[in-house]
């Protein structure tokens, strides 16, 4: 695995990847993050700039199964990204968006246009995008109890999310079984997992108790509604 960029995110990331058995190399352009992680980590970091083809190839690219870029600049993580597939063929390239806006252009790369579909050309995209304003938001919202509806992960090009929330012990579903309830259109609840921890996988007969967690995957439009169907109190 390649990491482009070795500060805050690839650091400790190349950390846990290399305790996990994979084979890491990090390339960061700055001398002085390259000495101190080759302090910390050992001889698998190497001074380039990874929007160079020539630095990502003497960096290993050529044989990566993933290249991931996690520099500070979303410019730059996208053209990492686009050269890896371009020029190495990545199987898989991941990308690190701190701008919202600039994870939604991310996320068109994941389309082929008819056009190219038509050529025989495929847009050089980004396999995954992890968008740091996500991860930050859920993290914060998983830290505060009160807060029962939390966004885990953004899917299809934003149109939908998958959620997560919390029946209130006084709620109006308590009781009901799934067929009764008439869920939002799109919605589709994946998992519920019990206050004891357990998980049941709903079908019609299923019945919703107090403190159930219900993980479900929600159209972005219709979430707000789902999460007032779900907290309703009697």
């Known amino acids: 695995m390649l ?7 690839g650091t400790p990331l190349a950390s846990s990847l290399i305790n996990d058995g994979h084979e890491v190399f990090v390339l960061d352009r700055d001398l002085s993050k390259v000495a101190a992680l080759q302090h910390e980590l050992g001889m ?54 701190y701008s919202p806006e600039n994870g939604h252009l991310f996320g068109l790369l994941q389309v082929k246009s008819d056009d190219e579909k038509a050529d025989g050309k495929y847009v050089y995209a980004i396999d995954i995008i992890v968008s740091a304003t996500d991860l930050i938001m859920s993290s914060l919202a998983a830290a505060v109890p009160a807060h029962p509806l939390i966004r885990l992960m953004p899917v299809a090009d934003r149109q939908q999310e998958i959620v997560a929330m919390k029946l209130p012990a006084a709620g109006h579903l308590i009781g009901r079984i799934m067929s009764e309830v008439s869920l939002p259109y799109g919605v589709t609840v994946i998992f519920i997992v019990a206050a004891d921890g357990t998980t049941k996988t709903p079908d019609a007969d299923t019945v919703f108790e107090a403190e159930d967690e219900i993980i479900a995957l929600s159209p972005t439009n219709a979430t707000l509604e789902l999460y007032e169907l779900f907290t309703e109190l009697r």
Do not use: H, M, W, Y
């Open 44 to 97: 698998i970091t190497g001074v380039g700039d990874a929007t160079s083809v020539r630095a990502l190839r003497n960096a290993g690219a050529g044989r990566a199964s993933v290249i991931i870029a996690t520099t500070g600049t979303d410019e730059d993580n996208l053209a990492v990204c686009q050269l890896a597939k371009k020029n190495f063929s990545t199987p898989r390239t991941i990308a690190i968006a």
């Open 3 to 9: 990491i482009v960029g070795g500060g805050k995110i």
